[in-house]
């Protein structure tokens, strides 16, 4: 690709990446990723691993509804009473920056990936004591591999290369 497409790109993406959505905080300086289309959604979808690349994106985006109010999702979003998850999947756990964890968060010593982001939905409070988390969590492990999913599509995740 040359040069002045990457501009145009890099140009469109400052240009619509911080309008609509939920809310960007508007203070980025680094050009932001376009939000993945729908063809684009469907091949990171598939691209997961069993039972992920089974999953039901509108029925994780339903179950999302639960967290909305605590989270946002899109990249440079606020923090809430939650921390903005986007780039969650391998992050450390308490390593949104600006964000004021709980003890038990930021000492959890693990990174974030699908399985650890099950037994926490499942019950945050047996699953780190001490979080700050006041959410029952979600006791259905379809809901739970729906979210999961839909949060892979949408908080720019990108599947390892196969050889
Ligand atoms: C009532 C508000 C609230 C709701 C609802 C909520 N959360 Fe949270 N979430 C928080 C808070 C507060 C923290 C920080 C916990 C801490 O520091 O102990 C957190 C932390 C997290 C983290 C850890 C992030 C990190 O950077 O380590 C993840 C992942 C997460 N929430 C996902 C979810 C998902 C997915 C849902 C919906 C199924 C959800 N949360 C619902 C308030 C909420």
Same mark, same amino acid.
């Given at each position: 690709?040359?040069?002045?497409?990457? %501009?145009? #790109?890099? &140009?469109?993406?400052?240009?619509?990446?911080?309008? /609509?959505?939920? /809310? &960007?905080?508007?203070?980025?300086?680094?050009?932001?990723? @376009?939000?993945? *289309?729908?063809?684009?959604?469907?091949?990171? #979808?598939?691209?997961? @691993?069993?039972?992920? !690349?089974?999953?039901?994106?509108? !029925?994780?985006?339903?179950?999302?509804?639960?967290?909305?109010?605590?989270?946002?999702?899109?990249? &440079?979003?606020? !923090?809430? $009473?939650?921390?903005? #998850?986007?780039?969650? +999947?391998?992050?450390?756990?308490? /390593?949104?920056? &600006?964000? !004021?964890?709980? *003890?038990?968060?930021?000492?959890?010593?693990?990174?974030?990936?699908?399985?650890?982001?099950?037994?926490?939905?499942?019950?945050?409070?047996?699953?780190?004591?001490? $979080?700050?988390?006041?959410?029952? /969590? %979600? @006791?259905?492990? $379809?809901?739970?591999?729906?979210?999961?999913? +839909? #949060?892979?599509?949408?908080?720019?995740?990108? @599947?390892?290369?196969?050889?």
């Amino acid at each position: 690709m040359n040069r002045p497409v990457l %501009i145009a #790109l890099a &140009g469109f993406c400052l240009a619509s990446c911080s309008e /609509g959505g939920d /809310g &960007g905080d508007g203070a980025a300086s680094a050009p932001r990723r @376009p939000a993945p *289309t729908a063809p684009e959604k469907a091949a990171l #979808l598939a691209a997961l @691993p069993a039972p992920y !690349n089974q999953a039901d994106l509108d !029925n994780g985006r339903r179950v999302f509804a639960r967290c909305r109010s605590c989270h946002t999702i899109t990249e &440079g979003g606020p !923090n809430m $009473t939650g921390p903005n #998850l986007y780039g969650v +999947f391998g992050r450390a756990a308490g /390593g949104h920056p &600006g964000y !004021n964890y709980s *003890t038990a968060v930021r000492q959890a010593g693990f990174t974030w990936d699908a399985d650890r982001l099950d037994h926490w939905l499942e019950n945050p409070r047996t699953f780190l004591k001490g $979080t700050k988390m006041s959410f029952a /969590g %979600i @006791p259905d492990a $379809t809901d739970r591999r729906d979210v999961i999913a +839909f #949060l892979k599509v949408e908080t720019g995740y990108t @599947p390892p290369a196969r050889p």
